[in-house]
């Protein structure tokens, strides 16, 4: 009787245990499941506060569309949209900022091949940015083959699959646009440096976008000829002043541009497309959403692309470190 009664409290401490041991496991699953839905709920709140930011970009350069002539904007960096937003204040101590900035301002990298053909005045203006930023290697011929659809290379320093499958890992030239500035990174010989260099001078827009003068930086401006230099290009940003450039005839006007032929082509003094970044804090979590829109003449603002894979901050000029 008494080895009878040992293995039968054996054995109910043995089932207790393994109830204990199955009764955790679920009790940590369930856990697990509740943090998971929760940080799934909070993830899908950040990203529709993050689309709240987009709709009230999109609202305020609808406002700005609506007091000038739709057809003919003019945009600059004393306009509203272009001014600090207050950052709203959400639930549990979180918080919404949204900035809206002019990629129009910026060297357009499309733009090289247009409608299938080379743009040489967009190639020319290239090749003086890169010596604008101390860059001495030919990127503008293979850019070129990058976004253009043969594969004969664009002069002798030009670079299509024959140079890309020999690299490691292989790889192809692109041969359409890019969708992303990031993208320049993979152009043959393109180094961490140079990419830095120019990241906070270039954009990756449609290739029918235009420069626009009211928003463009003192280095963007002084690419457009040979002849501009930095401090032209400083000049030319002064003459702005608060309320940008009128037209295209009262930016070609400027004393800095006397004689050199500078032509319209490719400038305009308004926007068609504007990048809005909203970041989202909610419950120790950051969330930014990259938002590319494009104002049409029409009155309508669009939305061409949104990332939520972007630190949210811009870039800033890199120099050469000192040897």
Not at 31 to 50: D, F, K, P, T
Not at 116 to 122: L, R, T
Not at 166 to 171: D, K
Request: proline fraction near 5%; hydrophobic fraction near 45%.
């Amino acid at each position: 009787m008494k080895r009878q009664a040992g293995v039968a409290l054996l054995t109910v401490m043995l089932v207790v245990a393994v109830v204990t041991l199955v009764s955790a496991g679920l009790i940590a699953r369930t856990q697990l499941a509740i943090r998971s839905s929760g940080n799934e709920l909070q993830a899908r709140q950040a990203a529709q506060y993050a689309l709240g930011g987009e709709a009230l970009a999109k609202a305020i350069l609808l406002r700005d569309l609506r007091q000038g002539d739709p057809r003919t904007p003019v945009d600059h960096l004393g306009e509203a949209w272009a001014r600090p937003i207050t950052t709203f204040a959400l639930d549990d101590g979180g918080s919404l900022s949204v900035r809206i900035e002019d990629p129009s301002g910026r060297f357009n990298l499309n733009g090289l091949v247009r409608n299938g053909q080379f743009n040489e005045q967009g190639i020319r203006q290239f090749r003086r940015l890169l010596l604008r930023l101390g860059i001495e290697a030919p990127y503008a011929e293979r850019l070129v083959d990058w976004l253009d659809a043969d594969q004969e290379p664009y002069g002798p320093n030009g670079a299509e699959d024959n140079q890309y499958l020999l690299l490691q890992p292989p790889y192809r030239a692109a041969n359409h646009a890019m969708s992303d500035v990031s993208e320049l990174r993979l152009l043959a010989g393109m180094t961490e440096l140079d990419y830095r260099k120019l990241l906070p001078y270039i954009t990756a827009l449609p290739g029918d976008a235009t420069l626009n003068v009211n928003t463009a930086s003192a280095l963007v401006l002084s690419s457009l000829a040979d002849n501009l230099d930095a401090g032209a290009g400083g000049l030319l940003a002064a003459a702005r002043g608060a309320t940008g450039f009128a037209s295209l005839d009262a930016f070609l006007g400027q004393p800095a541009l006397a004689g050199m032929g500078l032509e319209a082509q490719g400038l305009a003094v308004g926007s068609r497309y504007f990048q809005v970044i909203t970041e989202v804090r909610l419950g120790g979590r950051r969330q930014v959403l990259v938002s590319t829109l494009q104002r049409g003449r029409d009155g309508k603002v669009r939305v061409l692309s949104r990332d939520l894979g972007q630190g949210g901050l811009p870039p800033a000029p890199i120099k050469e470190p000192q040897s």
